[in-house]
């Protein structure tokens, strides 16, 4: 079985008048899914652009795959690619086999939260200022300039699951 294509798929969605669309932020297939997704920012580019009104976001962005700085880039671009519909939704991870799949450590759920707790803290300060200075246990973070910054960056949403 072939992925649908993204862009098309979103149209459709918006004409039948949804309020949002998101693509999940997966490398391989989880949760029974019949095959991988695609790259989640690709992916949500392409939505972005066969759409005006629909809102975007990824369902959610895997904070233990990814460097929050990393993810706070995609988010500053996909919010100026969608004319300000994007929502930056990030998620604390969760599926540990795909994680150990890509050779990286799933960690002991207190530590999770803890690395969860500050790429929060990091992607919100760059979202808002497209800089951010932080030394914490996870995370130490020196950008000074991350760009397009919006006068209206994207919402922060956050997601995070377990004991």
């Given at each position: 079985?072939?992925?649908?294509?993204?862009?098309?798929?979103?149209?459709?969605?918006?004409?039948?008048?949804?309020?949002?669309?998101?693509?999940?932020?997966?490398?391989?297939?989880?949760?029974?899914?019949?095959?991988?997704?695609?790259?989640?920012?690709?992916?949500?580019?392409?939505?972005?652009?066969?759409?005006?009104r629909?809102?975007?976001?990824?369902?959610?962005?895997n904070?233990?795959?990814?460097?929050?700085?990393?993810?706070?880039?995609?988010?500053?671009?996909?919010?100026?690619?969608?004319?300000?519909?994007?929502?930056?939704?990030?998620g604390?991870?969760?599926?540990?086999?795909?994680?150990?799949?890509?050779?990286?450590?799933?960690?002991?759920?207190?530590?999770?939260?803890?690395?969860?707790?500050?790429?929060?803290?990091?992607v919100?300060?760059?979202?808002?200022?497209?800089?951010?200075?932080?030394?914490?246990?996870?995370?130490?973070?020196?950008?000074?300039?991350?760009?397009?910054?919006?006068?209206?960056?994207?919402?922060?949403?956050?997601?995070?699951?377990?004991?």
């Open positions: 079985m072939t992925p649908l294509r993204p862009g098309p798929w979103a149209a459709a969605r918006e004409a039948e008048g949804w309020f949002g669309v998101s693509a999940p932020d997966h490398i391989s297939a989880v949760m029974g899914a019949p095959v991988p997704w695609n790259h989640v920012f690709v992916t949500l580019a392409e939505m972005a652009c066969a759409t005006r629909v809102h975007l976001h990824a369902a959610f962005g904070n233990l795959a990814r460097s929050p700085v990393e993810f706070a880039q995609a988010a500053l671009a996909l919010q100026d690619l969608s004319g300000g519909r994007y929502e930056a939704a990030l604390a991870g969760w599926a540990r086999d795909e994680v150990e799949g890509m050779g990286l450590t799933f960690p002991d759920d207190r530590t999770r939260a803890r690395q969860f707790k500050e790429a929060l803290q990091v919100r300060d760059l979202l808002r200022d497209g800089a951010c200075q932080f030394d914490g246990e996870h995370y130490r973070i020196n950008i000074r300039g991350l760009s397009p910054l919006s006068d209206s960056p994207p919402p922060l949403v956050a997601a995070v699951a377990g004991p």
